[in-house]
């Protein structure tokens, strides 16, 4: 980490605070008469559980404290792009309505988000909300908005893992979550053949709820930090998913193979570099 961290950081908790409030009144904006939707409420309470997955990551990871922050402020705002987007048109797809990374970038701007923070670090937070969602990590790049954007895409996936997970267990009302797609039996092959060959699982294989659940379990190999595999066992993500699946009787093989990947990591003797 010596090369990491050289730019001049000054964010603090009261910087924190003015940024999370601001995305708040933000957020206030799409309410009805009736209050917030569920779909915008959600969106708001993954945006704090982010914040604090990614500033768990970030504690381990020995970072300074501005540099925390600046990962505590890069979470939650990393979604900003979604509340337009499911207001607009009422989906959390981008590819049917807009790329929410690409468009967070413009709200930062329009709606002076940022203010408070220096260049550096509103590049830093630019860059983390532009990429979050993109299929892989942008691997042109490295240095320190690298490493704040990898621990936010990390602590974005164990929280969507507990939206799902909080959905198919209890069977809430947001089925959009589910993405629309037909619940039944089996898995697609493209998709098994996407996770066991440690690959995430490419949405193009995504046919059926039961491939996208192969996906989030598929997230595995793209975390960047042995802390994040470590909080996913932790919460029992990978049984839970299992639990929710339809009828899969090849799913055991798939499973060991996940368990025998995760212990692999998490017996690593260092944590893995930031950029
Ligand atoms: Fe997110």
């Known amino acids: 980490m010596d090369e990491l961290f050289v730019g001049v950081f000054m964010a603090d908790r009261r910087v924190f605070k003015r940024i999370r409030d601001k995305f ?6 799409f309410a009805g008469d009736t209050g917030v939707s569920g779909g915008i ?11 604090n997955n990614a500033m768990r990551i970030g504690r381990t990871l020995n970072v300074c404290e501005e540099v925390l922050w600046l990962i505590g402020i890069s979470a939650i705002l990393h979604d900003i792009g979604r509340f337009m987007q499911f207001e607009k048109y009422g989906t959390f797809i981008d590819e049917i309505s807009v790329d929410h990374g690409d468009i967070g970038v413009v709200l930062l701007e329009e709606e002076n988000i940022l203010s408070g923070l220096n260049a550096y670090e509103k590049e830093i937070v630019r860059f983390t909300v532009k990429h979050h969602n993109k299929p892989g990590l942008p691997l042109q790049y490295h240095g320190d908005k690298m490493c704040v954007l990898k621990v936010v895409r990390d602590a974005d996936k164990l929280d969507i893992l507990r939206v799902v997970l909080e959905h198919y267990e209890s069977r809430d009302e947001n089925t959009f979550v589910e993405l629309g797609l037909p619940n039944k039996p089996g898995i697609s092959e493209k998709a098994v053949k996407d996770i066991l060959s440690g690959r995430v699982v490419s949405a193009k294989h995504v046919k ?20 994040t595999i470590n909080i996913f066992k932790e919460r029992n993500y990978l049984e839970r998913i299992k639990a929710s699946l339809q009828e899969v009787e090849s799913i055991e093989g798939i499973i060991n193979k996940v368990k025998g990947y995760i212990n692999e990591r998490i017996n690593e003797h260092s944590e893995r570099r930031c950029t």
């Open 24 to 29: 708040l009144s933000y957020t206030d904006r």
């Open 208 to 227: 059926k709820l039961n491939d996208l659940k192969l996906l989030y379990i598929s997230w595995v190999h793209d975390m960047n930090f042995n802390i």
């Open 41 to 51: 409420k959600l969106k708001i309470k993954h945006s704090m559980a982010v914040c």
